[in-house]
């Protein structure tokens, strides 16, 4: 019996061996295969430290290559505590280089961890501190190059631009927008240590830093510099509450430039509030247009043939009435007996209620639908609204009147830019876009394009030219001459929206507004400005704003050094304006038969002989009366 239960325990005992022994060998496969990558890095950190290596941030470039947002080189100071002997003298020591509290930095030294970043007192370094620094000969002390974004054109285009944060981290505009393509992979230096964390001189291991993606825009720096300039020269002036402007390419959508005030400095940001830096106004602020709506209701009236421009007449009377309601005019009086043409030259807000009746309120809604007006442009920015919009069950007689001629609703100047580029260039609406291409910052490889993108066709090329046309007429012959520009077709439509306040509209507080585009006959450019409450002026869009459209176009026209254009709609001179005049051609004439065209100039010759073979300015350009013509003789 005894013999039997000794043998039981035996068997038991071995048993209960092979079982531990089992699990023994089961636990160690599992750590060998599944955990050893866990396991091996976890070892490592004991002995293994990596100094981070900042990658540059990918950089911004206009369409000409130029640098919109790159890098700068600056230092970081990070610390090994266990490398660092006495701690409180070199807290103090570092307190007085940094000019930081001298607690704070000992806290930093005091962390048990393996590599501690001296942050923020110790980030983005000048040279000279980070050589005081180094000048310390200090153990555990460790200075790192890292990477701080720059804008080199400091407040031009900040709103598109946008802005980083100290660990450059897109926070707003294109930066937040495209980080995960600007960001790139940091590197680093890798050394090991011993058990105390005391640096072994071993071979470092360098890994590079990979930098992020370059982004090229479709914007001009040029063009943008010049309505920069014209933004400055309007807040200096008139003192807004707020301005804007835009610059596109009608015929793909490409912005050009585009522009806020106020306006900050995407460099030092934190000196700004967030309603200055987070609002990008051409794509985020809503207000009825105005006047330069006009033209929506304009080309869907050309579309279906509602009217005739040239044959049909309005008589205004200085109002109309809808539905008990009275709608005036701007001109006291009204502009009497007047055909379409003239209704829209003069920016008659009768004859516009009548173009919308004619088409209806179905028609004149989709149409405006058509047009994009209820719906967001989908440009690549953030912070785009999308307008306010009655829907079609909701409009009556009086709403339809005031949508004709741009009140009672809201839209944004992106909107706005969109739809009349569509009116003008043949039909065609365009997606608005920013970004013209990513690349890789080594191989220059295109990983992403961005293409004109065709919403939908809204008009036929017909009605588009007679748009166009009819434009023109504006600038040469009514409300927006402001914007006429001697030996160049610019067409456009001038913009007067009174601002609403808590449902009611304010007194004497307008935005004043400026929807240009050129060359008329075929458009390259539009160039829309508008400006919220401009002090010490008539607030007219025709006094303040068309002005302005008209420096910019003329910066743009030196910039691309455009050529005249030919046959210049003549403008109708008032006996305030300065007139100007067409040259004669006199080349290959006598002096004699050349002096009774140049009547009225004044003559300079040079050479000998009698026959003209040069004269300057050349033929059949306008200007000014009793201007200088050079002539130069055989």
């Not at 992979?185 to 072994?200: A, C, E």
């Not at 507004?513 to 400006?531: E, L, Q, T």
């Not at 008032?574 to 038969?593: A, G, I, R, S």
Request: hydrophobic share 35%; glycine share 8%.
């Amino acid at each position: 019996m005894f013999i039997k239960d000794k043998q039981f325990r035996i068997k038991i005992i071995l048993f209960s061996t092979l079982i531990i022994f089992t699990i023994i060998l089961i636990r160690i496969f599992y750590i060998q295969v599944f955990s050893y990558n866990k396991l091996n890095n976890l070892a490592t950190s004991l002995w293994q430290r990596n100094l981070p290596i900042t990658a540059d941030r990918g950089r911004i470039l206009d369409r000409n290559g130029k640098v919109l947002a790159t890098n700068i080189t600056t230092t970081t100071l990070y610390a090994v505590p266990n490398q660092i002997l006495d701690k409180e003298q070199t807290a103090h020591q570092l307190a007085e280089i940094l000019n930081a509290d001298y607690d704070k930095i000992l806290k930093h030294l005091n962390k048990r961890t393996s590599l501690e970043k001296i942050n923020p007192e110790g980030r983005q370094l000048t040279s000279e501190i980070a050589d005081s620094i180094n000048a310390l000969n200090i153990d555990g002390l460790y200075l790192m190059k890292e990477s701080k974004r720059y804008y080199p054109y400091n407040e031009t285009l900040s709103h598109v631009l946008g802005y980083v944060g100290i660990d450059n981290q897109g926070l707003s505009g294109l930066e937040l927008k495209y980080d995960d393509y600007l960001t790139g992979k940091n590197g680093s230096i890798k050394y090991t240590s011993d058990g105390k964390g005391k640096r072994l001189k071993t071979t470092e291991i360098y890994e590079k830093a990979q930098n992020g993606m370059d982004i090229t825009l479709t914007i001009d720096i040029d063009i943008q510099l010049a309505l920069e300039k014209e933004l400055a020269n309007v807040d200096s002036k008139y003192t807004p509450e707020q301005a804007l402007a835009v610059v596109m390419d009608p015929n793909t959508g490409e912005i050009l430039a585009m522009a806020s005030r106020p306006t900050f400095d995407s460099n030092n940001y934190q000196k700004y509030q967030l309603e200055t830096i987070n609002r990008n106004l051409p794509i985020w602020k809503n207000y009825e247009p105005g006047s330069t709506f006009k033209i929506i209701t304009l080309a869907a009236s050309l579309e279906e043939k509602t009217i005739n421009l040239f044959t049909d007449t309005y008589h205004d009377g200085g109002s109309i009435t809808v539905d008990g309601a009275r709608i005036k005019c701007w001109k006291s009086g009204g502009h009497g007996s007047e055909t379409f043409l003239e209704v829209v030259e003069n920016s008659c807000n009768p004859g516009f209620v009548v173009m919308g009746q004619k088409l209806g309120t179905e028609r004149l809604y989709n149409y405006i639908k058509k047009f994009g007006f209820t719906e967001k442009t989908g440009i690549d920015l953030n912070g785009e609204s999308k307008g306010i919009m009655f829907d079609l069950e909701d409009i009556g007689p009086v709403e339809q009147a005031t949508i004709a001629f741009g009140q009672g609703i809201s839209v944004t100047p992106i909107q706005q830019v969109t739809g009349v580029s569509a009116a003008i260039n043949g039909g065609n609406l365009y997606k608005p876009y920013v970004v013209k291409y990513i690349t890789e910052p080594e191989t220059e490889d295109i990983i992403y394009e961005n293409k004109p993108y065709l919403v939908r066709k809204v008009i036929n090329e017909k009605t588009s030219e007679t748009v166009r046309f009819t434009l023109e007429s504006v600038v040469a012959n009514g409300t927006g001459k402001n914007a006429y520009i001697e030996n160049y077709r610019v067409g456009g439509k001038t913009g007067t929206a009174q601002k609403v306040s808590n449902g009611k509209y304010m007194t004497g507080n307008y935005i004043v507004s400026f929807m240009g585009f050129f060359p008329a006959d075929k458009p390259d450019y539009v160039v829309y400005v508008a400006i919220d409450h401009p002090v010490g002026i008539t607030q007219y869009g025709g006094t303040v704003s068309a002005p302005i459209a008209k420096n910019i176009i003329k910066n743009i026209i030196s910039i691309k050094n455009i050529p005249p254009s030919k046959d210049v709609t003549p403008r109708e001179y008032t006996w305030l304006d300065t007139k100007y005049v067409k040259t004669p051609n006199v080349l290959n004439m006598t002096k004699k038969e050349a002096s009774t065209l140049l009547k009225g100039f004044k003559v300079e010759y040079s050479g000998s002989g009698d026959n003209i073979i040069y004269q300057d300015p050349k033929p059949d350009v306008y200007i000014k009366e009793n201007s200088t013509i050079k002539i130069m003789l055989n």
